[in-house]
């Protein structure tokens, strides 16, 4: 085993979807005509004033509660002073001395166990514009301002992930919570949610190493090859003896590699003060509890139910708890205490899952309730069908919906339980096979399989096969 540990923290940024941008009326929209959801405020054009959407002060403070962080009822907005085409003001609006949110934590599966992982803070902030290099000659660039001022909360963990698997897990953690509060679209190829990756390697038994970071990764497999990448790249410098020296890197992702961006970089750079166009963040103990009651049981924690109460696997436990309608799907099917966790599992895992990954529909597009899953489980628990049957007619109640007893008549699928029919079946079947009924009785085990498959076929899969079976004994003796 390696004797050297990777230490890894992320700060998470995440767009808020709110119908307009954080400081002024503009639409917060992607995708829009190029600098057309712009006003005098988000440009940062001379005597125009900022305004703070009430939204995204409530949108942040839910994440806080989802994250059981400290909600601080008086917070600021300061300046985070650099200079970026991107940026007219030359300054961000950020929250850096007293955030909205702190001190939190957020427990995931991982590894066959619970993990803790530590949560800094959560402070709001306005996104910068974008710079777009797609002109006739390469060296052309353009500024796409429609993104200036589009709400953004940070979300800074400490540096408590030891691995890339473990960091992309906490990842598909926080997705899933932000697509639960509603409160981001989580659309990663349109860049709403961005990762900066701090990595540092220390030899066991000594302390923190210094950290590096790694800028704007836009894709949560690409921070795990980042991660990966780094902390090797840090290993081999101690390894050699050399030491690590902070510093700022691009992450290339198509090319797997890091590029420096700048040494030692701190706070000070930024000459942070506090925003003098904006009053401090007032908000009231009672405002916080009304938001605490719009927070659901979180995916987090039905994953980890899933797993610690009902026996689900890792993937299992993840695919229905990561998914708001199917995890809602499920805890119905649970509650009415009829059939084991298991069994609703193994129909959402199969069937259902490979309907909806065809169709690339959600649950919700479907007609398929809890109550119709319940009536198929009882059509196939006292043998009316069988369980190739069942399928067809779930396909029916994903597709239209309706009543399982009719659906089952309409198709004709109804199990032959009936004792002198499966005979006939049976008998025909014995007289048409003498060869393996002679195999049968030499004791090949495989024999009677082949009779019981031939009675199936004669009966267009509607015999019932246990009791086929029973027949199939008595008449061979
Ligand atoms: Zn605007």
Request: proline share 0%.
């Given at each position: 085993m390696s004797q050297y540990h990777t230490v890894i923290g992320l700060e998470t940024h995440a767009e808020l979807n709110t119908k307009t941008k954080i400081f002024c009326g503009c639409k917060n929209e992607f995708?829009?005509?190029?600098?057309?959801?712009?006003?005098p405020v988000c440009l940062g054009l001379p005597g125009a004033l900022p305004v703070l959407n009430r939204s995204v002060v409530e949108y942040a403070v839910r994440m806080g509660l989802a994250l059981n962080c400290t909600i601080n009822g008086v917070s600021h907005m300061d300046r985070k002073n650099y200079f970026y085409p991107d940026l007219p003001k030359a300054y961000q609006i950020s929250q850096s001395f007293v955030p909205i949110c702190e001190n939190g934590f957020v427990e995931f599966w991982y590894d066959g166990q619970v993990r803790r992982v530590r949560i800094e803070r959560i402070h709001i902030e306005e996104d910068a514009g974008k710079l777009v290099h797609a002109g006739d000659r390469a060296e052309e660039t353009y500024i796409d301002?429609?993104?200036?001022?589009?709400p953004l909360i940070e979300i800074v963990s400490k540096p408590d992930l030891r691995s890339s698997g473990e960091a992309y897990a906490y990842l598909k953690t926080l997705k899933a919570i932000l697509a639960y509060l509603g409160i981001c679209d989580c659309q990663m190829q349109e860049g709403s949610i961005r990762c900066d990756v701090n990595v540092s390697v220390n030899k066991e038994g000594e302390a923190l190493g210094t950290r590096c970071e790694m800028k704007n990764v836009n894709s949560f497999s690409a921070v795990s090859r980042a991660i990966d990448y780094e902390s090797d790249r840090q290993t081999e410098l101690l390894k050699s003896g050399e030491s690590i020296h902070q510093q700022t890197f691009r992450w290339d992702d198509i090319k797997g590699k890091n590029y420096l961006m700048r040494s030692k970089e701190n706070a000070d750079d930024y000459r942070y003060f506090p925003e003098p166009d904006i009053p401090s963040v007032f908000i009231s103990e009672s405002d916080i509890n009304k938001l605490a009651e719009t927070i659901p049981e979180l995916p987090n924690a039905k994953m980890i139910r899933y797993v610690t109460e009902y026996g689900l696997d890792t993937k299992e436990a993840e695919y229905i708890a990561f998914d708001q309608s199917l995890s809602q799907f499920f805890d119905e099917c649970i509650n009415t205490h009829k059939y084991p966790a298991k069994s609703y599992c193994s129909w959402i895992m199969g069937e259902l899952a490979k309907h909806l990954n065809a169709s690339q529909k959600g649950l919700s597009q479907t007609r398929l309730t809890s109550a119709m899953l319940n009536d198929l489980l009882d059509a196939v628990n006292s043998n009316v069908i069988s369980n190739s049957a069942a399928k067809s007619v779930f396909e029916v109640l994903l597709e239209k919906g309706g009543e399982v007893d009719s659906i089952i008549a309409e198709l004709g699928l109804a199990q032959i339980s009936d004792t002198k029919t499966l005979e006939s079946i049976a008998k025909q079947v014995i007289d048409n096979n003498e060869k393996t009924v002679q195999d049968y009785h030499s004791g090949r085990s495989n024999a009677l399989g082949f009779l019981i498959g031939q009675c199936m076929k004669h009966s267009n899969n509607k015999a019932n096969p246990v009791k086929v079976k029973e027949i199939l004994l008595t008449l061979l003796g």
């Open positions: 995708g829009s005509k190029s600098n057309t959801n712009v006003c301002l429609n993104r200036c001022g589009v």
